[in-house]
């Protein structure tokens, strides 16, 4: 089976842009997680998704969303980007959300 | 709130030593406990731990949780090289919601 995939996996930006990031999970899982890590904060929840449903979020403003298609695959977008947003973003996929999740290789946003 | 604390922050170990990596939480809605090694990107699984008292083992690997006292721990026998990585654990807070603490880098030198 093809693990997880993200694209893209480097990204460089600049203050007040927007970026979309995309992941595709592992054949057959149908929940998408998202996550930001930083060296000072780890991996912080950012929402995830199951059959196109947002079921949960984490406490991180507005400028962040995401969605899910009817594939499973999943985009996370982040509005008038700052500095503060410079981190790997990682997705993770698991069948029901309640086990073991896969992660992918993560996109790295720079913020400049 | 929920939170999960690891402990130490970071470990430097020679070849051979065994170490022990620590993992306490406080969630309202505990479901399960996982481990993860990250070593330059993603974070590869390692265990899921949902009952107290029962051990997980994989090779030189091991963890154990403790739901009375809310925490767990990951063994790693004779380590390697090879084992130098941050290790991440992360708890399944029932919402489809994981909480993952900051992580122990770990390095072991030759």
């Known amino acids: 089976k093809a693990g997880v995939t993200q694209t893209p996996r480097y990204l460089i930006k600049t203050r007040g842009q927007q970026v979309t990031l995309s992941c595709s999970p592992i054949?057959?899982?149908?929940?998408v997680s998202w996550y930001q890590q930083t060296p000072g904060q780890g991996l912080q929840f950012l929402f995830e998704y199951f059959s196109e449903t947002q079921r949960n979020k984490g406490n991180f403003p507005g400028r962040f969303s995401g969605r899910q298609f009817s594939n499973s695959r999943s985009e996370m977008n982040v509005s008038t980007l700052e500095l503060g947003d410079s981190a790997l973003y990682l997705c993770?996929?698991?069948?029901?959300?309640?086990?073991?999740?896969?992660f992918g290789p993560g996109t790295r946003l720079t913020v400049l | 709130e929920d939170k999960v604390v690891q402990s130490p922050l970071s470990l430097v170990v020679h070849e051979g030593d065994t170490v022990t990596l620590n993992c306490s939480y406080e969630v309202t809605n505990f479901r399960s406990l996982l481990w993860y090694k990250q070593e330059k990107k993603a974070p590869t699984f390692l265990f899921m731990l949902?009952?107290?008292?029962i051990e997980k083992k994989s090779g030189r690997l091991s963890s154990i949780l403790d739901k009375k006292e809310l925490f767990s721990i990951l063994n790693i026998t004779a380590t390697q090289t090879g084992d130098s990585a941050v290790y991440l654990c992360?708890?399944?807070?029932?919402?489809?919601?994981?909480?993952f603490g900051t992580g122990t880098r770990l390095k072991v030198l030759a």
């Open positions: 949902t009952s107290s008292g």
């Open positions: 054949s057959g899982h149908r929940s």
């Open positions: 992360a708890v399944n807070a029932g919402t489809y919601k994981y909480i």
């Open positions: 993770a996929s698991s069948l029901e959300g309640l086990g073991e999740q896969f």
